[in-house]
């Protein structure tokens, strides 16, 4: 009975959210559309053209097999450490230096094409989709806080945090996986280069039509990646204007009133739940200290927001892969971020000074355009962190020749 009860309150409450909602933003239309069109601009100008690329060579590297090879090449790293397979390598480099939502989308097409089970892909998710080094040195730490010391403080932070994400996942679902591969007698190259020969031939699309299937998916993808920025800069627009933000996070700020937390960096992780550009936005003109600002800037980054969470969503619709423990990931992604960015933030500051600076000169000082620094930092990152998996491919391997190999899989 109450589960009825239950299950008939749940279309309730949705249609009563979504009435009001609409009414919100009849209300307000001035607001609903100056937020709706820097949705826009921001997909237009920044989104559409540094991920759409990346979109489609991930599905033209698909169809040619080289994916298959790169899974192949990682399964002796992948498998043991993080047991997901080892093409969850390739969703892994890409995801970690192209940020959201490729790690994601990499990920829905390895399980619709059977190469993960069910329970890897969610682990994969949870490991893959972050957000990148240039997102977080260049937007948050620059351009919203205007500091570049604190740029590397928070990208250190933010991928220590994505790999111990990556090792907890590994207990997800009782660390079961497939089974393991039968042991084979030639080399790794040799098998890597046979699986991508027979994922080929198994596609049998000429390379014109991988190339136009590939571009058509992607300007689907990208398309409601852009929906999804704009209603949703909506949504916390409305829910800004009516001082429902306010509204909530004023009972947070009294129960916070005994630490030295201001409640204006509380207002800032209630946006940020919603939107991540919004809410580091807010963190970072918010009336506190600067370690708290910069530390609640970083788990907003980490969580990533409603808004990255429904395009995950999207990445994998038409799989059985859930997005509950994909959720609960981004929790502790958040509260492990904003851990180590407090312990990280004064020893990395000059560092981080130096590398940003770096960034700025490559982007102003030289007259190169952002989007080519862009572009570049995320293809250099997404080969330094894949050659980096390899080379630990690669010593897991050797090692396991002469049986010193601690990590064992459950079938």
Request: aromatic share 10%; hydrophobic share 55%; charged share 10%.
């Amino acid at each position: 009975m109450g589960q009825t009860i239950s299950s008939q309150r749940s279309p309730l409450l949705a249609a009563a959210a979504g009435l009001i909602i609409t009414v919100s933003v009849v209300r307000y239309p001035e607001a609903a559309f100056s937020a709706s069109l820097d949705g826009l601009r921001l997909w237009f100008d920044v989104v559409l053209p540094a991920l759409l690329p990346f979109f489609a060579m991930a599905d033209i590297l698909m169809g040619l097999g080289v994916i298959h090879a790169v899974g192949v090449l990682l399964e002796p790293l992948m498998r043991p450490v993080f047991r997901i397979p080892g093409v969850g390598g390739f969703a892994v480099a890409m995801g970690l230096a192209s940020g959201y939502p490729l790690g994601a989308k990499i990920s829905g097409q390895l399980r619709r094409d059977g190469l993960c089970t069910r329970e890897e892909g969610e682990r994969l998710i949870s490991f893959a989709n972050t957000a990148d080094p240039l997102f977080m040195v260049g937007a948050v730490a620059i351009g919203m806080f205007g500091l570049p010391q604190i740029g590397l403080a928070i990208v250190v932070a933010h991928y220590a945090a994505a790999i111990l994400v990556g090792f907890a996942m590994r207990f997800h679902a009782g660390g079961v996986m497939s089974p393991e591969p039968k042991r084979y007698t030639d080399s790794l190259l040799r098998r890597a280069y046979r699986a991508m020969l027979d994922a080929r031939a198994n596609d049998n699309r000429p390379i014109g039509t991988i190339f136009g299937d590939a571009v058509r998916g992607s300007i689907n993808s990208m398309l409601f990646v852009g929906g999804c920025i704009m209603m949703f800069s909506v949504f916390l627009r409305i829910l800004t204007v009516t001082g429902v933000t306010e509204w909530i996070a004023l009972p947070i700020g009294l129960a916070l009133s005994w630490t030295t937390i201001d409640p204006e960096v509380v207002s800032a992780l209630i946006k940020g739940l919603v939107e991540i550009t919004i809410g580091s936005q807010a963190a970072a003109v918010a009336n506190s200290d600067m370690v708290h600002k910069v530390v609640a800037a970083s788990a907003i980054v980490a969580w990533s927001g409603f808004s990255v969470h429904a395009q995950v969503a999207a990445m994998v619709h038409n799989t059985d892969i859930r997005i509950a423990p994909y959720l609960i990931a981004r929790g502790m992604h958040a509260l492990f971020a904003a851990i180590f960015t407090y312990v990280l933030f004064e020893p990395l500051g000059g560092a981080a000074a130096t590398m940003a600076g770096f960034v700025t000169a490559a982007a102003g000082g030289a007259n190169v355009p952002m989007l080519l620094v862009y572009w570049g930092g995320m293809g250099v990152g997404a080969v330094l962190i894949l050659a980096a998996l390899l080379l630990g491919a690669w010593i897991l391997y050797a090692l396991s020749k002469i049986h010193i190999v601690f990590f064992r899989v459950k079938g």
